[in-house]
């Protein structure tokens, strides 16, 4: 799921300078996307659309692994 988080978030932002962070909590996968200021909003799309397309082509992929699968966009700190 990791490689496809990136693969997505790359081609939207068309850069490499996010991390992604898994955690696993009770069979529930948590990727957390963090990223720079600039590109938080063409990740999150004009009214979340392009979020919630991720989350659940993300979803789908998780269900295949049979995990439930939650992403999150938080802002890059330096």
Same mark, same amino acid.
């Given at each position: 799921?990791?490689?496809?988080?990136?693969?997505?978030? $790359?081609?939207?932002?068309?850069?490499?300078?996010?991390?992604?962070?898994?955690?696993?909590?009770? %069979?529930?996968?948590?990727?957390? +996307?963090?990223?720079?200021?600039?590109?938080? &909003?063409? +990740?999150? &799309?004009? &009214? %979340? $659309?392009?979020?919630?397309?991720?989350?659940?082509? +993300?979803?789908?992929?998780?269900?295949?692994?049979?995990?439930?699968?939650? +992403?999150?966009?938080?802002?890059?700190?330096?």
């Amino acid at each position: 799921m990791n490689g496809l988080l990136t693969f997505l978030v $790359q081609g939207i932002t068309g850069n490499k300078d996010f991390t992604i962070e898994e955690s696993e909590e009770e %069979g529930q996968v948590n990727l957390r +996307v963090i990223l720079p200021t600039s590109d938080i &909003g063409l +990740v999150i &799309g004009k &009214g %979340g $659309q392009t979020i919630k397309a991720i989350q659940t082509l +993300v979803r789908v992929r998780g269900r295949l692994e049979d995990k439930i699968v939650q +992403v999150f966009v938080e802002e890059k700190t330096n």
